[in-house]
């Protein structure tokens, strides 16, 4: 099974996950500034260059291509992927840095995540035209017109990649295992995010107490693009 992987720079290995829809060129803006580390850019399954696969086969193929010891970035659904493989692998995770992201998306009574019908209307208008509802997103997240155009994914996601990524987000839930997870911890939330609302920030201090928060005032479900300098303080700050 294939898993098409980018790597820049050298240094400190920093692995990089994406977000439903997109594939790991979302993150090519920050090569420049961040070249003084080994960027690991990873395509999940189904989206950009990485085949289909379940959880078990990315897992073990993906653990055997990276460096012993590495910092694990997840963006949305990347950071679902990211806290699994985290609380799965900890002798391998140094630093567990998840942007706009949570161990559970659903919402419950008991957890302010999102509706599902959201998921199921963005996954609809994804499979009819993937180019114009990812450039509307990159739009809706500050990223206007031409500028966020070089962040759409080189190759289109598969409906495999869709259908898989949304059953991945209505389903994992990674509240009790991320608790077993005790190294550096950080979790990047944006103020106008309607994703992941900073009522779920509130209910993750509450249960991850030992973990850092940090809040982009003025940034929706996409900081690293919209922020991107004080994204990179952020992770510079935070990996030491």
């Given at each position: 099974m294939n898993i098409s992987i980018h790597s820049y720079g050298e240094g400190y290995p920093l692995?990089?996950?994406h977000g439903w829809g997109f594939d790991s060129q979302v993150w090519s803006p920050l090569i420049p500034k961040l070249l003084d580390f080994q960027l690991i850019f990873v395509d999940l399954p189904g989206f950009g260059h990485s085949q289909m696969m379940d959880w078990d086969v990315f897992k073990t193929n993906l653990i055997n291509q990276l460096p012993e010891k590495f910092a694990l970035i997840g963006w949305s659904m990347?950071?679902?992927?990211?806290?699994r493989l985290a609380v799965e692998e900890p002798e391998r995770v140094d630093y567990l840095i998840n942007v706009t992201?949570?161990?559970?998306?659903?919402?419950?009574?008991?957890?302010?995540?999102?509706?599902?019908?959201?998921?199921?209307?963005?996954f609809k208008k994804l499979?009819?035209?993937?180019?114009?509802?990812?450039?509307?997103?990159?739009?809706?997240?500050?990223?206007?017109?031409?500028?966020?155009?070089h962040h759409l994914p080189q190759k289109l996601p598969s409906p495999e990649g869709l259908e898989s990524g949304l059953k991945i987000l209505e389903t994992w839930d990674l509240r009790v295992k991320l608790k077993q997870?005790?190294?550096?911890?950080?979790?990047?939330?944006?103020?106008?995010?309607p994703i992941v609302p900073i009522k779920t920030m509130n209910s993750m201090q509450l249960?991850?107490?030992?973990?850092?928060?940090?809040?982009?005032?003025?940034?929706?479900?996409?900081?690293?693009?919209?922020?991107?300098d004080l994204f990179i303080d952020e992770v510079r700050g935070f990996i030491k």
């Open positions: 692995v990089f996950f990347g950071g679902l992927y990211a806290m992201s949570s161990p559970r998306f659903l919402y419950t009574d008991l957890w302010p995540g999102v509706s599902q019908e959201v998921f199921k209307k963005f499979s009819n035209d993937p180019h114009t509802t990812l450039k509307e997103f990159l739009e809706l997240n500050g990223l206007k017109s031409n500028d966020g155009l997870f005790n190294k550096p911890t950080c979790f990047i939330f944006g103020r106008l995010d249960d991850y107490p030992d973990a850092h928060y940090t809040l982009f005032k003025r940034a929706a479900h996409m900081p690293f693009l919209s922020h991107a």
